[in-house]
Nanobody, 117 residues
Framework: QVQLVESGGGLVQAGGSLRLSCAAS????????MGWYRQAPGKERELVGT???????NYADSVKGRFTISVDNAKNTVYLQMNSLKPEDTAVYYC???????????WGQGTQVTVSS
């Protein structure tokens, strides 16, 4: 059974950085797709960015140039490096991975990121 555990969220001042981690247990796995989403209070969940095992990345315009998705296959962990954080980045962040071997996608439990002005 695949379980994703997120960590790295917290409170940071505007302009600061955080790195979120999404570790998968029950592996080893090959992540075919990796994504991060976020949901702010009173808003729908939105895409932050995605990456494929082939190296293709896609980011929301609001985070392009500031956020980066990476993966450590040896650790079965996906990361979201967030730089130049803004108050509008405040949200619960969720990771999502797709594992073709199981034909499924999986979600993390979410981690809170709060950016103060």
């Amino acid at each position: 059974q695949v379980q994703l555990v997120e960590s790295g969220g917290g409170l940071v001042q505007a302009g600061g950085s955080l790195r979120l981690s999404c570790a998968a247990s029950g592996g080893p796995f090959r992540f075919n797709t990796m994504g991060w989403y976020r949901q702010a209070p009173g808003k729908e969940r939105e895409l932050v960015g995605t990456a494929t095992s082939g190296g293709t990345t896609n980011y929301a315009d609001s985070v392009k140039g500031r956020f980066t998705i990476s993966v450590d296959n040896a650790k079965n962990t996906v990361y979201l490096q967030m730089n130049s954080l803004k108050p509008e980045d405040t949200a619960v962040y969720y990771c999502n991975v797709g594992i073709a071997y199981y034909g499924s996608t999986y979600w993390g439990q979410g981690t809170q990121v709060t950016v103060s002005s």
